[in-house]
């Protein structure tokens, strides 16, 4: 069966096609068989297209919508002869037909990355019009997420109708047995029960699909006390045990725990009001603040992105600063998960800057020689999340891997199952 995955962001749009069997047994067993990148939606878009042992294929389109970019997606796939539609039109340009990998075929369902789950939502759910209205109220937790991945819903069912399945993956779902002491806030029982105020976790997605890909590693120990560190423009930690997600950085919205590209981390709780009165601006507008103009761009005063800031940091001390603030938060939350799991067999590194910045993995790292945490300068530096790689000493008593996230294999798997086939991951 072919399973398209949407993952939705605030302007853009990734999707993957992939072919599951009937009989697999896990998620690594579907194939990929096509997928790309869609930036900008809401003017003038750019697009990278990709197909297994091809070099990607990159152009602009006008894409004033998320129903637009996924009328580019599939308009590709099926001019690639990977998928066959009802109508072909001519939004990425090339010649209909054609058999790369394997004869077309009707998607089969289509998958979409939900952030937020809430309190109702912990497994695959098929979308129906309870569902939608459902996860419209959920908007409010996660409105950076939820309200595109809603979207990206919309559009496929504006391009494909009514009749293709569409399921919800939710990230906060790996989180859900949270033990009720690390979901626990210190509020008024009556209160935060009434709002279902908890703390939720999220990357649980990406969670899975690093720790599944470590857990195929020879010498791996995934049954162990593993940390995940998922670091891009958001970031989190999370401690697992037994496979199981028992402390996460993250609490009842993305907000909380390490700095972030855009977002604040941990903060007083006090200081939202503060700010809102001494500089006369709405709760709102503090969200916004918090959210959007805090991280390593309002500490820098200059970018969101590691890349840019490290290129600066030897001649501006807030770049220098804003980069030791972002290492030293994740050694806090790392020394803070060595105590919850009494010890660590494994650090796992993931998302932009955790596959791809060796200098950051060194510095989060380095302070951690009491603990048996020694990275292997030469597997560092050439570690780039192509592949499950390990970058630590064999001689230290912690391991530490670079893993790639592949949040779109566990999704499609994940549609997949909740429609009936294949059978659960055993």
């Not at 990278?48 to 602009?60: K, M």
């Not at 999220?202 to 020879?218: A, D, N």
């Not at 499609?412 to 055993?426: S, V």
């Amino acid at each position: 069966m072919k399973i398209l995955v949407i993952n939705c962001g605030s302007s853009s749009l990734k999707f993957q096609l992939r072919e599951i069997e009937a009989n697999a047994a896990r998620s690594g067993e579907g194939r990929l068989l096509g997928g790309g990148l869609i930036q900008g939606i809401g003017g003038a878009a750019e697009v990278t297209l990709r197909r297994p042992g091809a070099a990607p294929e990159r152009l602009r389109a006008e894409t004033p919508d998320y129903a637009a970019a996924v009328r580019i997606a599939l308009d590709w796939l099926a001019r690639g002869g990977l998928v066959r539609l009802d109508t072909v039109d001519d939004a990425v340009g090339g010649t209909a037909g054609g058999t790369a990998g394997g004869p077309a075929g009707a998607i089969a369902a289509v998958g979409h990355r939900f952030v937020h789950g809430g309190e109702r939502f912990h497994e695959p759910v098929r979308i129906d019009a309870a569902v939608r209205e459902a996860l419209h109220a959920l908007e409010v937790l996660a409105p950076l997420h939820n309200r595109p991945s809603l979207a990206g819903v919309n559009a496929v069912q504006a391009v494909l109708g009514e009749a293709t399945p569409q399921v919800a993956v939710f990230d906060t779902a790996f989180h859900h047995g949270l033990p009720e002491v690390a979901r626990t806030y210190g509020l008024p029982h009556a209160l935060a029960a009434r709002h279902g105020i908890r703390r939720f976790g999220f990357h649980g997605t990406s969670c899975r699909s690093v720790l599944e890909q470590y857990g195929e590693q020879p010498g791996a120990r995934p049954a162990g006390r593993v940390i995940v560190l998922h670091l891009g423009s958001g970031a989190s930690a999370t401690a697992v045990q037994g496979g199981r997600s028992v402390e996460t950085s993250m609490g009842f919205t993305p907000l909380e725990g390490l700095l972030m590209g855009t977002r604040c981390g941990d903060l007083d709780p006090a200081l939202p009001a503060f700010l809102a009165r001494q500089e006369g601006l709405s709760l709102e507008a503090v969200e916004v603040l918090l959210n959007e103009q805090s991280g390593l761009k309002g500490v820098s005063g200059q970018s969101n992105d590691l890349r840019v800031l490290l290129e600066h940091e030897a001649a501006d001390p807030r770049a220098r600063l804003a980069i030791e603030l972002f290492c030293y938060r994740i050694r806090k939350y790392i020394g803070a998960y060595l105590a919850v799991l009494q010890g660590a067999d494994a650090i796992l590194f993931t998302g932009g800057v955790g596959e791809h910045a060796p200098d950051i993995r060194a510095r989060v790292c380095g302070p951690f020689d009491w603990c048996g945490l020694r990275l292997d300068a030469a597997r560092n530096d050439t570690a780039r999340g192509d592949a499950p790689r390990c970058i630590s000493d064999p001689g230290g008593a912690i391991q530490a891997y670079v893993v790639p996230s592949d949040e779109e294999r566990i999704i499609a798997w994940d549609t997949a199952r909740c429609l009936g086939r294949p059978p659960p991951n055993p």
